[in-house]
């Protein structure tokens, strides 16, 4: 009777959590990570475009929050990824520097395969799979090379894209073959065969089907769909490139590509709703960095700056999310957030504790989102690059030079960064630099730097681009602060 007691009751609880389970997951909501790589801040419908395409986008927009202070962690592909990847500021791991040819490893020579976030570290997947999620990776990886660094090898069930930093968007054959292997597209782990057709629309395919199947065996999925568009190579299709008869150039390959981009997120999208899912699922659109105006044309107004520099258009990005009967539609969203939010913010969405994650600088965006928390996300943000350093404690920003004064701007006021206040606030302009000297105490060391003797090159380009989209009817005297 004993034994017949404890089968009885092992059966019992055995079904128990297996309910449990299954309830857990019906109520887990799906979540689409739709990521962008090197587009301009203004060249979407929801953020007044008028010039591109983006119906799908404006839709998303329009039925979610648009984050209208969305920012990065750092203005470059790979330190932006692996901060999205881990929810921490990628230079507590050393991961400072992209990780592309040109860069040598302190520890490995030349070999950029070795370039990676640490194994160690936990990333954004692994923690989705913990909560029963079926995970999987599309498009541009950039994260490391090597096997080591591999996305079924961290965290992701199934991967369809390429381990490299760009690629051509049509299929390499032997005529033009990259000379770089971590550029050929490869399915799951070792699986290297090229596409058909234009990439873009390719892997709004492969992730329409991920989508079938998981929803089809009712298991709970996360998405990260990491399109190399807009980053050149400047390639369209021709029927993009005729939607835009009065563009030329690169502007008009741009709004192509930015075009299919739209298509390619619709197409997932509409997806959702012909399954009966958009409602519990979770959708995020973003961006890696600020448009690299010179390389593909594209437009970071009402910003200064582009790609690689701290001012806001190196910095700040596209941020949208939809999430039905949580979020209210149409909405705005006005406090700074990171990227790095994304991972506690998923991570939580899924059901997870966030005090069980370890050591992240993100936070739980939902809380502030719905109104159950009030205040800053974020009181101070970070961004490093060797000695060029940036802080912002509320709305004040500073940013630090190895070859000239500092300089500080008051951001609501001063969105185009003209009126630099550092001599008149010194007293503000010492603290903050105390401050930003100590977090750079809690960093690693870079893992890898530029093999050259220190140039200004992101400097040079931060002044350069400083006035290009600078409205010429505000000088520095009309700005104000309270």
């Excluded at 009777?1 to 449990?20: D, G, Q, R």
């Excluded at 507590?92 to 490893?105: D, T």
């Excluded at 009712?218 to 009065?246: C, G, I, R, Y």
């Excluded at 930015?258 to 009966?276: P, V």
Aim: charged letters at 25%; one cysteine or more; a neutral charge.
């Amino acid at each position: 009777m004993k034994y017949l007691t404890l089968y009885i009751f092992s059966f019992l609880l055995v079904l128990s959590n297996l309910a449990n389970a299954k309830s857990r997951n019906e109520e887990q909501p799906n979540i689409v990570f739709l990521f962008a790589d090197d587009a301009g801040y203004a060249d979407f419908g929801f953020h007044g475009s008028k010039v591109m395409k983006t119906p799908n986008l404006d839709k998303l927009a329009k039925e979610g929050v648009i984050f209208t202070q969305g920012y990065v962690s750092d203005p470059t592909c790979g330190p932006s990824r692996a901060g999205i990847i881990t929810g921490k500021y990628q230079q507590r791991f050393g991961f400072e520097e992209n990780n592309v040819p040109g860069y040598m490893s302190k520890n490995s020579a030349k070999d950029n395969n070795d370039m990676g976030v640490p194994v160690e570290e936990v990333t954004m997947g692994e923690y989705l799979q913990k909560l029963g999620y079926a995970t999987s990776y599309y498009g541009k990886w950039h994260l490391g090379g090597a096997d080591k660094f591999h996305p079924t090898k961290n965290g992701f069930d199934e991967f369809y894209g390429f381990r490299g930093g760009a690629r051509s968007f049509y299929p390499y054959t032997e005529k033009n073959k990259p000379h770089d292997e971590l550029n050929y597209l490869e399915r799951g782990f070792g699986n290297f065969k090229e596409h058909e057709g234009y990439l873009t629309d390719v892997i709004a395919d492969e992730v329409v089907d991920f989508i079938e199947r998981k929803h089809a065996k009712k298991q709970p999925f996360f998405a990260f769909v990491s399109f190399n568009a807009v980053h050149t190579p400047m390639e369209a299709t021709e029927e993009d490139l005729a939607q835009f008869p009065n563009l030329t150039g690169n502007r008009k390959i741009v709004a192509a590509m930015t075009l299919s981009l739209d298509r390619a997120s619709g197409k997932i999208m509409d997806k959702l709703e012909e399954l009966g899912i958009d409602d519990n699922t979770l959708v995020v659109f973003s961006n890696d960095n600020g448009g690299p105006t010179d390389k593909n044309a594209s437009d970071n107004a009402p910003f200064s700056g582009t790609k690689s520099n701290h001012l806001e258009g190196g910095l700040r990005v596209p941020f949208v999310a939809k999430w039905p009967n949580k979020f209210k539609a149409n909405t705005k969203y006005q406090f700074p957030v990171l990227t790095l939010d994304l991972l506690p913010t998923f991570y939580a969405a899924g059901g997870g504790d966030t005090k069980d994650l370890n050591s992240v600088d993100g936070v739980d965006l939902a809380p502030f989102v719905i109104g159950e928390k009030a205040g800053r996300p974020h009181e101070v943000m970070y961004w490093k690059k060797d000695v060029r350093a940036t802080i912002r404690v509320g709305d004040w920003k500073l940013i630090r030079f190895p070859d000239r004064p500092a300089e500080l701007y008051y951001v609501p006021n001063d969105i185009k960064e003209v009126k630099n206040y550092a001599a008149q606030e010194p007293e503000r302009v010492k603290a903050m630099f105390k401050q930003l000297f100590e977090w750079e105490s809690t960093l690693e060391r870079p893992r890898w730097l530029l093999q050259r003797k220190f140039e200004n090159m992101d400097i040079d380009r931060m002044d350069k681009y400083r006035w290009k989209n600078a409205d010429s009817k505000q000088s520095s005297s009309q700005i104000s602060i309270p």
